[in-house]
């Protein structure tokens, strides 16, 4: 069975043709320009995986909000359940670019990181 | 009366970047002037990911990718004005420009980079019929209140236009609780990028409508509805196919206009086509020492485009300041048979460079062919498995080719399938 997907790790955005054996076993993937395409591939059939973006309330800083972000692809399973998570956060300014939110959200593995700098008022 | 040797016009992702590369070619007298409150642009808005993978081989939200460039700024002690706002640049290159704490200020530069970027489409270029409720703005708008001020602007929502913002709001708002019923598009294609219809409409089971249009907006004080209906091969609306859609937010993805009052109001040749300057392979516009980059060139669908772009512009307008440029010599380049423009517009033919062409064509296509070409004789031909209108292309010449071509001549890039 042939599987037609697009490749979403970059914007080039390659057509993918993956082909899979009955029981779901990856045979082949063709169609990509680099290897991230194979990777993409293999997990879309399996696990797939996206960078969460959103954001976060600050409490005392020059922005009401900061942007956050997965710091790794998520299971696309936990990434409504981790946007309740981060909305409940209210975190402290000032906050630096880089630091860790949510350390293991949802025992994925993953952090949860400012994809901003946020100083004090 | 401020002197400078480098003056640019907009501290984004492109003005940064020429002042970096600018400063790295040995200019020393640079100065930034940023309208907003802080420099970045638009990408302090774009909290998304997927910035970067060219440039840094890394996927970078919007912030982030600004960050880095407004580190490099700082740490090579280059000026910045923000809350400053350019009224006028005058035939001789002097900046008039206005803040809350210097009033109007004048500054003479020797050269200036234009990088003032572009600003979506509204709603009165679209001619709807219907109501001016509340609730109907452009995609762009809705991420500034998502994003920066923290609001969500409705809870039931249509988009019309399936550019990338749209595409990108879609999925934010139903992160954020809101409804996105569809997106229209009314194109038979999306002009947006693959990877943002399948992460952020095919994710969250949102329908992308192609060949469909608003016809109508209903309400009083807010919004209550539109009316859709698809559309024949001439973008009208077919009889019949009308179709009452309720909702509180019309978000408008539509397009981008390069904003180029500045480079109008100064003289500077506008490609009709791009809405941006007509310049050469330095990025150099019709004016003398004056520059361009970045999306008041030509609209572009990623930063990291923009970035080298903007070094070019950076080092083209170090050259003209350290007066290392070559006499020009021009031929001039043209996309026909489905390529809707070429930027450079012109190409120095003694620049010595290799010469990247970047291009758009008008439809989608599948297994073509990209000519160049000079007098009907074909320089070279690349393959292409897909092209689309949502994804610029590029073509590049080398300086050994471009130097025996005939003066004056044109450089044409087409497509055939």
């Known amino acids: 069975m042939n599987k037609e997907m697009v490749c979403v790790a970059c914007p080039i955005g390659c057509s993918l043709v993956v082909e899979l054996d009955k029981a779901g076993t990856i045979l082949s993937v063709a169609g990509n320009q680099c290897k991230r395409g194979n990777e993409y591939a293999i997990t879309e059939c399996t696990a797939p995986t996206r960078t969460l973006t959103t954001t976060a309330k600050v409490l005392g800083g020059i922005t009401p909000l900061v942007p956050v972000r997965s710091a790794k692809p998520l299971p696309k399973g936990l990434l409504i359940e981790s946007v309740k998570l981060i909305n409940a956060l209210k975190i402290k300014a000032p906050i630096k670019i880089g630091d860790v939110l949510i350390a293991n959200v949802l025992d994925s593995g993953v952090d949860i990181i400012a994809s901003n700098s946020c100083p004090k008022m | 009366m401020l002197n400078y040797d480098l003056v640019v016009v907009g501290g984004g992702p492109a003005g940064m970047a020429a002042a970096l590369k600018a400063k790295e070619c040995g200019v020393n007298s640079i100065i930034i002037l940023e309208r907003a409150e802080t420099l970045g642009g638009i990408l302090e808005q774009c909290i998304h ?18 960050y880095r460039f407004i580190d490099l700024v700082e740490q090579n002690e280059i000026e910045v004005k923000t809350d400053t706002m350019v009224l006028g640049i005058s035939a001789d290159n002097v900046v008039t420009a206005t803040n809350n704490q210097e009033g109007i200020i004048s500054i003479a530069a020797k050269a200036i980079v234009l990088a003032m970027g572009c600003r979506e489409r509204p709603r009165g270029s679209l001619n709807i019929a219907g109501t001016r409720a509340a609730g109907i703005m452009t995609a762009g ?277």
Do not use: W
Not at chain 2, 276 to 300: M, Q, S, Y
């Open chain 2, 49 to 66: 990911t997927g910035f970067g993978l060219h440039y840094f081989n890394e996927e970078l939200s919007g912030p982030e990718y600004a």
């Open chain 2, 141 to 417: 708008t809705a991420q500034k209140y998502v994003n920066i001020d923290g609001y969500l602007p409705g809870k039931k929502v249509v988009i019309l236009g399936s550019g990338d913002i749209g595409l990108i709001m879609a999925r934010r708002m139903t992160l954020e609780g809101a409804e996105v019923k569809m997106v229209l598009e009314l194109m038979p294609y999306s002009g947006g990028l693959t990877r943002n219809i399948v992460q952020c409409l095919e994710d969250y089971n949102i329908p992308l409508k192609l060949s469909c249009t608003v016809i109508d907006i209903h309400g009083r004080e807010r919004l209550e509805g539109v009316t859709i209906a698809k559309v024949d091969r001439n973008r009208r609306p077919i009889k019949g196919t009308e179709e009452y859609v309720a909702c509180d937010t019309l978000l408008l993805s539509v397009g981008l206009i390069p904003e180029n009052e500045l480079s109008a109001a100064m003289g500077i040749e506008i490609d009709p086509v791009t809405g941006g300057p007509i310049v050469g392979e330095n990025r150099e516009t019709t004016h003398k020492g004056v520059f361009a980059c970045g999306n008041v060139l030509h609209v572009h669908d990623l930063v990291d485009y923009v970035t080298i772009e903007s070094q070019i512009a950076g080092e083209g307008a170090a050259n003209y300041i350290l007066a290392l440029e070559e006499e020009a010599i021009y031929v001039t380049t043209k996309g026909i048979d489905g390529v809707r423009y070429v930027v450079p517009q012109r190409i120095n033919i003694n620049s010595d460079k290799d010469v990247k062409l970047y291009f758009r064509v008008g439809q989608t296509y599948k297994n073509a062919k990209i000519f160049l070409e000079n007098n009907e004789e074909i320089i070279l031909s690349r393959r292409r498995p897909k092209l689309a209108p949502g994804e610029m292309e590029d073509i590049t010449i080398k300086s050994e080719v471009l130097r025996e071509l005939p003066v004056n001549s044109e450089l044409i890039v087409r497509v055939e399938v």
